[in-house]
């Protein structure tokens, strides 16, 4: 063979190995995708979906579908994206039933923003799964970022996030400071908040962050506030805490440390440590001894500032351990709205004891309460009628009960057309958790921020990430949201102002499964919201 020939064959030869490492390596290297733009990482479906991928959650296939249908409904209108960021896997059964819930709210808030006629622009909405406890939401806040870069994908807003972590917190932040406008939609941790001063000003730690839940410190003077116009005055209560590095447990330990107690001292604040918010590890062990340093006192009531898996443990220790047939009551924050899809009916049967009786109930502020708007209301027109001796008129009824139960009938509406149209969410929303309600009036005030930046815009157009987060502090007086779950009125840092929090008790009951009842409104300030929502100069 000529020299010029093996010289061609042995280049020849080196390109093909050149080019089967470099296909190799590439296919080495390719991620092994869940999903269209979903990656799996160590085990978890990590990344951004809107197209009916349920992230191998059984639970939210049906809903996730629901929204990718609406998805395409509305794909050849003006419209934006919206992402929904919260975990959606996990091994505890009851932790996939309130991501559906969550879900079910968000769909049902989609569809009625995007329901108006003539209202551009409509919500594309996508989920992103940031992994557990937001372990992998840098990954995902890249991909949200892009989506906002995106003249295709038009992110104008995320919202959901439902732990108030230190992961979650670095999200927010990224996030604002790069000018994507946020919506917590469950977050009540106080540090993830923009700080309201006296001079109508705000220390935006956010900078286009809004908040529809009240914060620990709020829900924690509600249930003063009611416990207090309830005449429960001279209670003698005591502290109980989680010492693991958690923005809810701290905030809330701290605003209860803060309440003013009208009664007698009680003993001194009793911490814990759990390994996880979804792990007991030995909390059993140690709430067998604050259980019994508690009966040892004259403590009535208890401020629990843990996360609901714990406040489950705690509750059936304090029952377990016999008081000398006396009661007590738990009180704790937003976040014991799942507590009774953990409970069992041995663990009710617990609560209750032998002869029937309740030995513990378990109070809390939830964000909202289906019961709540007609309750109330009811109880507002029997005092009215006894005052004036008449029925009251319809204005004359108050808006701070009427608006929220109109949206209230309205989310019912739209659930009962859902389910004719034939559209499966993969069960009927339970909105006694709150979790529905809140995650749909949280797409109820995105959808507005969208139509107010819109207005006076040619229809062809959107507005632009800056535009949506600007509308937040505007969302008050005549531009107050009608939400299910109270007015929204949002204050210059985004802050909800006011707003209520439904005072619910689980009670054991006497026999069978106990009840999960609404007991009455708890208000931040001590008295209802303003007349449309005018927020008050001087608010802090």
Known sequence: MPRWKKIL????????????????????????????GVERIDGECVGVNGEGYDFGTPEIADV??????????????????????????????????????DLQGAYLGQRQANSGEGEPPKIRLVLANPGRDYGHQAKVVDTLLRMAASPEDRLRAVTGFNLSLAATEAAVKRLTAHKVPVLAARISGDRIANEDRADGMARLRFPGLARILPTNND????????????????????????????????????????????????????????????EAG????????????????????????GRTLHLRIFALKLAQVGCEGRHYTIVSGSDAASLRQ????????????????PKVTVQYAAPAHPDAWTTELAAWTKDWRARHGRAPKPQELPQYLTEPKAALDTLR???????????SLGSTPNLEDSRTMLVHDGLLTIGKALHQAQQGAPDTTVPSREDVGR?????HSRHRVQATSGLICLTTGGNAYDKPAAIVELDPGREGRGTLKFVGLGWPTGRPQPKNCVIPSGTP
Request: contains cysteine; proline residues 4%.
């Open 9 to 36: 064959y042995s280049l020849l030869g080196v390109l093909v190995l050149v080019a089967g490492v470099t296909l190799t390596t590439s296919l080495v290297r390719k991620p092994d995708t869940c999903a269209d």
């Open 64 to 101: 996730a579908r629901a929204v990718a249908r609406e998805n395409d409904r509305i794909e050849d209108q003006p419209h934006v994206t919206v992402a929904m960021m919260l975990p959606l896997q996990s091994g505890r059964e009851a932790l996939r039933r309130q991501m559906r819930s």
């Open 219 to 278: 829900a924690a003077q509600a249930l003063a506030d009611f416990n207090g116009g309830q005449g429960r005055r001279n209670l003698r209560t005591v502290l109980v805490y989680d010492k693991r590095p958690d923005g809810y447990n701290e905030s809330l330990a701290r605003a209860f440390s803060r309440i003013k107690e009208q009664g007698p001292a009680g003993p001194a604040a009793m911490s814990f440590e759990s390994p996880a918010i979804d």
């Open 282 to 305: 030995s909390t059993g062990n140690q709430f067998t001894q604050t259980a019994n340093n508690i009966c040892d006192s004259e403590a009535d009531t208890v401020y629990f500032a």
């Open 342 to 357: 953990d409970m069992t009916e041995r663990d009710w049967a617990s609560l209750r004891g032998d002869d029937g009786r």
């Open 413 to 423: 509406a739209r659930i009962t057309a859902t389910r004719r149209e034939g559209i």
């Open 471 to 475: 509308q937040w502090s505007l969302l």
